[in-house]
């Protein structure tokens, strides 16, 4: 015969107790079931190692502290802000600056000329391996906030200030991408760099006015330079067009001058040949012929000369 005592009873309540408080932490913690969403990857923990990485949709897991479930935005861009901060509300956002005395530290640096700037940056990324970034580095997003700063000091120290306000912002973009890039593969990061922008670069508000004084005084120079250059283009294809034009008519009369002089010098030759042949002959034909060539527009007038000084005959009209 088996005795139950008080104290047996109160053992199975606990033990009822505890498991009822085993359970309810399981359910508040999910249950057997896990969601990833459609632009996670989740990565499953057994006793603390790594056993699987699973895509979106819903998934079975044991409960705590068995299995544990670590979820991370693989499909989605993702941003850090270095000089400023943007926050969401009423669905506006709202931008904390240079205003601001710890953004302004952040953003301050110094340019290869011994200048200070202030740049407001952006940095794009994607994580491209979700165990490397989970377990590769901890804080991740901290250790690539920490690179993106140092990649962007050290690229616009490089550089100097004219650049960094101008002309050389694309380079200067380019090569802080190309850095973080390298870095994070470094540390292992499993993060893709997508884009860098320099947001805002502005010169201290101390010397603002003097900076936008050499930036309008390179405006005008740049003009200036544009008005010369298109008065260039235009004035000299029409100087080599006049050339090539004075060039082909000096062409063409040069042409006809040794064509007719050419010409001349065969019918002197000719005429030299027919004249010695008959010498009379010849020379009586060139005489007809140059007083043709001299009276053809002649208008011709016969006078009788016993006619009266009022009496004339036109040849071409009759008398008159």
């Not at 989970?134 to 901290?142: A, I, K």
């Not at 009266?308 to 008159?320: P, V």
Request: charged fraction near 20%.
């Amino acid at each position: 015969m088996k005795v139950v005592t008080a104290q047996t009873i109160g053992a199975k309540q606990v033990i009822m107790v505890i498991v009822a408080i085993i359970m309810i932490i399981w359910l508040l913690n999910g249950g057997p079931f896990y969601i990833v969403g459609p632009e996670e990857q989740g990565v499953v923990l057994t006793f603390g190692r790594l056993t699987s990485v699973t895509e979106p949709g819903f998934h079975f897991k044991f409960p705590w502290p068995i299995q544990t479930v670590l979820k991370a935005p693989v499909n989605v861009v993702q941003r850090i802000e270095i000089g400023f901060r943007s926050t969401e509300s009423d669905n506006s956002l709202e931008y904390t600056g240079f205003n601001d005395q710890d953004m302004l530290r952040e953003a301050q640096m110094l340019t290869g000329d011994e200048n200070i700037i202030n740049c407001s940056v952006i940095v794009q990324y994607r994580i491209g391996d979700v165990t490397a970034f989970l377990f590769n580095v901890r804080e991740p997003e901290g250790t690539l906030r920490d690179i993106s700063e140092a990649s962007i000091r050290q690229v616009i120290g490089d550089n100097a200030v004219d650049a960094v306000l101008t002309t050389g912002k694309l380079e200067i973009q380019t090569r802080i991408m190309l850095q973080v890039q390298e870095m994070a593969d470094i540390y292992g990061m499993g993060v893709d760099i997508v884009a860098v922008q320099l947001k805002d670069v502005q010169p201290p508000a101390q010397v603002s006015d003097a900076f936008k004084d050499v930036a309008t005084a390179r405006e005008d120079m740049q003009a200036y330079i544009n008005d010369a250059e298109g008065y260039r283009n235009q004035v000299i294809p029409e100087a080599r067009a006049d050339s090539v034009t004075i060039v082909n008519e000096a062409m063409g009369y040069a042409t006809v001058r040794i064509n007719r002089a050419i010409g001349e010098a065969e019918r002197f030759s000719a005429i030299a040949a027919e004249y010695n042949k008959s010498p009379q002959v010849t020379s009586a034909r060139l005489h007809l012929e140059m007083l043709e060539n001299v009276l053809g527009d002649v208008q011709v007038t016969i006078v009788d000369e016993n006619a009266g000084a009022l009496t004339h005959y036109n040849l071409e009209g009759g008398a008159r």
